[in-house]
C-alpha cells in the first residue's frame, strides 16, 4: 500500500492522541441509542445535590466584575479571533453549596500524596515539554456507591501545575471522551493544547475514569474478542445468522462482566460524576473547573445534574447524544427513523466531500460522485460476504465484510486519513487484493503487527460505560426502518452492524433518564457545525438541558471546538476559563 511508512503512522496516530481527541465514531453512537440493548436494574448510592444551599458554605472561583460588554479585541483586524465579538459578561457562581453526603464521609477530604508521574504519562506528549513540573497522585472512591464500605480503588490522577500560582483560580479537571480512554494525556500534554492564560491560572488535572487505565484498569473486551467483534457480520441475512451475531457478542460481554468483576458493573459516567465530586473535594475546591470533550461532555452533565450548586467552571465540548431515543418518551419508529437518518446524513456528507475530492489523490475510478462511489462501495462489501478477501496478516487472513465496513466507517471520519483509504479502496474494489484495506483498518482501530489492540483505549473499554448509561426501554425492539436503509443503502451496511451488545447485562444503570439542572454558574456548550463525529445538533440540545447556558456553535469542521484550529472558539473558551466570562447565548463563531 502506497502511504505512510510504519514510523509516519506512528507519528500521526501520536498527533491524533496529542490534543486528547479520541473520535467517539458514529457507529457507537447510534449502537449506543438504537442497537444496544442493557439490563439489569441498577441504583447508585449517595445523595444527590438537591441544590439546598449549605449555611455558611462559600463560592469556588470567581470572575472580576459584573457588566455585560462586547469582547475588546477589534474585528476589523485580521489577527482578531472572531470577526463580530461576543456580548460577554463576567459570572460569579451563585449561591452556597450543598453539603457533601454523609455517608461518604471516609472519602472526602483526603489528603493527597503528590509525587512523581510515571514515564507511560508522557507517551503521547510533545517531546519537547514533556511534563515539566508534573505531579501524580490517587484518590480513593468506593467500587460500590450503594455499599460504601465494600471495596474501594484508587484512581489516578496527573497534575500540571499553574503557571502562575499568584493567579491560580483553582483546578481544572479534564476528560477526552472514548468512553473508556485513559484522560491522563490530555493532562500530560497540556501545554500544548490548552491556551497560556488557561495554563497560568489552573492546575490542570487529567485522570483515568473508573476501570480504565491505572485507575483498576482491566481488558474488558481481549484482542481476539476485538478481531471477532470487527470481522462480525454487519448484515446478517437469515435468523441463524442473527442469532449467531447476538450470542458472540453476548459472549464477549460475559467475558468483560468475568473479567472486571463489581468494578465492570459500576462504570457508567453516573458514577464516574461522582468520584469526580470526591477528586474536587480532594483538591481542596468548593465548586468544579471541568472541560470535557466529547463523550466527556456525558460526565460534566451528569455532575450538574447531581450536584448543580458545585458547578464552577465548566466547558462542554462537541456533545454526546443527549437526546438519544432510549431516555425520552414512548418508544416510536417514527422517532428511531428520524436519529437515524441524521445520522446516516452526516455520513453521506462525508461521502460526497470524499467522492468530490478524488481529484486529490490522483484517481476518480471509484466515482467522483456520492452516488457513483456508493454503488461501487456497497456492491463491494455484499460482495464479501460469500468471497473474502485474502490479507498478508496471519492472524488476519481475510478482509471480511466486518473488517471492510470498519474501515470505511472509521475512515469517513477521519479526513486526514483519505489519501491512505482511496487506493486501499481502489486496490480492493478493482484489483481483489484486500492486504491494504485490511492493513488500513486495524491501524484505525490501534491494532499492531502483532495482532494486539491498544490498551486502554474505547475500543477495549467502551462497553461497560455505555450498557450502564443506557438503560434498557422499550426502544430497544425498534430498529431503523427498511426506508431509512434504503435510502442509505453503505450507511446501512457499515454503521449499523458494530458486533457490540449489551443482551446480558447484569451491572448498574444510571438512575436518572435524564440530565438537566439550574446550577450555581453558567455551563459552557460549545461544538463545530460541522461534526462528522458528534452533530452539532446534539450540543445545541444539550445546552438547552441546562438554565442560564452558553450555547456557541462554531462554523467549523472536525470533532471538538477547542484547540482545534479555530482561534475564535479558543478565545471564547480561554476567556470563560481563564476571565469567567461567559458569552451569550447562541454566539455563533464565525468563518473568517
Not at 2 to 9: D, F, H, Y
Not at 449 to 466: I, K, M, T
Amino acid at each position: 500500500m502506497t502511504g505512510p511508512t510504519s514510523a509516519a503512522r506512528a507519528e500521526r496516530t501520536a498527533d491524533r492522541r496529542r490534543g486528547g481527541l479520541v473520535a467517539l465514531t458514529s457507529v457507537v453512537v447510534l449502537g449506543a441509542l438504537v442497537a444496544l440493548a442493557t439490563g439489569g436494574p441498577g441504583s447508585a448510592g449517595g445523595q444527590v445535590d438537591a441544590g439546598r444551599p449549605a449555611s455558611g458554605t462559600t463560592s469556588g472561583p470567581t470572575g472580576a466584575g459584573s457588566a455585560t460588554s462586547p469582547a475588546t479585541t477589534d474585528p476589523t483586524d485580521p489577527s482578531a479571533p472572531w470577526k463580530t465579538p461576543p456580548q460577554q459578561a463576567a459570572f460569579v457562581p451563585s449561591g452556597g453549596v450543598a453539603p457533601e453526603p454523609a455517608q461518604l464521609r471516609a472519602f472526602y477530604g483526603q489528603r493527597l500524596a503528590w509525587g512523581d508521574c510515571p514515564d507511560d504519562d508522557y507517551e503521547y506528549a510533545d517531546p519537547d515539554d514533556e511534563g515539566a513540573g508534573h505531579d501524580c497522585a490517587t484518590v480513593r472512591v468506593p467500587v460500590d456507591y450503594d455499599r460504601p464500605k465494600g471495596a474501594s480503588l484508587q484512581v489516578a490522577l496527573h497534575r500540571a501545575p499553574a503557571s502562575d500560582p499568584a493567579a491560580r483560580l483553582g483546578t481544572l479537571f479534564v476528560n477526552p471522551g472514548g468512553p473508556g480512554e485513559s484522560g491522563i494525556d490530555l493532562a500530560a500534554d497540556a501545554a500544548s493544547y490548552f491556551g497560556p492564560d488557561v495554563l497560568a491560572r489552573w492546575d490542570v488535572v487529567g485522570f483515568d475514569p473508573r476501570g480504565i487505565g491505572r485507575s483498576g484498569g482491566f481488558d474488558c473486551l481481549t484482542d481476539a474478542d476485538l478481531d471477532a467483534q470487527h470481522a462480525a457480520d454487519p448484515t446478517p441475512d437469515s435468523a441463524a445468522e442473527v442469532t449467531a451475531v447476538a450470542k458472540a457478542a453476548s459472549d464477549r460481554l460475559r467475558g468483560c462482566l468475568r473479567r472486571g468483576g463489581d468494578l465492570a458493573r459500576n462504570m457508567g459516567s453516573e458514577w464516574v460524576a461522582r468520584d469526580l465530586d470526591i477528586m474536587r473535594s480532594a483538591v481542596g475546591d468548593t465548586r468544579l473547573g471541568y472541560l470535557g470533550i466529547s463523550y466527556g461532555t456525558f460526565i460534566g452533565a451528569e455532575y450538574a445534574h447531581l450536584f448543580p450548586t458545585r458547578v464552577g467552571h465548566v466547558v462542554l465540548d462537541s456533545a454526546a447524544p443527549f437526546s438519544g431515543t432510549g431516555t425520552i418518551g414512548d418508544p416510536l419508529q417514527s422517532r428511531v427513523d428520524a436519529e437515524a437518518a441524521g445520522y446516516a446524513a452526516v455520513f453521506d456528507d462525508a461521502l460526497d466531500e470524499l467522492a468530490s475530492s478524488c481529484v486529490d489523490y490522483d484517481s476518480c475510478s471509484l466515482g467522483d460522485t456520492r452516488e457513483r462511489l456508493e454503488q461501487r462501495l456497497v456492491a463491494f462489501v455484499d460482495g464479501l460476504e460469500k468471497r473474502p478477501l485474502p490479507t498478508e496478516d496471519e492472524v488476519l487472513p481475510r478482509l471480511t465484510q466486518g473488517w471492510a465496513a470498519t474501515a470505511i466507517e472509521r475512515g469517513l471520519d477521519d479526513p486526514e486519513s483519505w489519501s491512505e483509504l482511496v487506493p486501499a479502496l481502489q486496490e480492493a474494489v478493482e484489483q481483489g487484493d484486500g492486504v491494504s484495506l485490511a492493513e488500513f483498518a486495524t491501524w484505525m482501530v490501534e491494532r499492531d503487527d502483532e495482532g494486539a489492540y491498544r490498551s486502554p483505549s474505547f475500543e477495549r473499554n467502551a462497553l461497560p460505560v455505555l450498557c450502564s448509561d443506557w438503560p434498557r426501554s422499550g426502544w430497544d425492539a425498534l430498529s431503523p426502518s427498511s426506508t431509512v436503509r434504503e435510502s442509505h443503502p453503505l450507511w446501512a451496511r457499515v454503521a449499523l452492524g458494530h458486533g457490540a451488545s449489551c443482551d446480558g447485562w447484569t451491572g448498574k444503570v444510571r438512575n436518572q433518564p435524564y440530565v438537566g439542572s439550574s446550577p450555581s454558574a453558567p455551563v459552557l456548550v460549545i461544538g463545530n457545525e460541522r461534526d462528522p463525529v458528534t452533530p452539532i445538533e446534539d450540543t445545541a440540545y444539550l445546552a438547552k438541558l441546562f438554565d442560564d447556558s452558553r450555547y456557541v456553535d462554531v462554523d467549523a469542521e472536525g470533532h471538538g471546538a477547542y484547540a482545534n484550529g479555530t482561534p475564535c472558539a479558543d478565545r471564547v473558551v480561554d476567556d470563560f476559563l481563564s476571565r469567567s466570562l461567559a458569552p451569550q447565548d447562541g454566539y455563533v463563531c464565525a468563518a473568517r
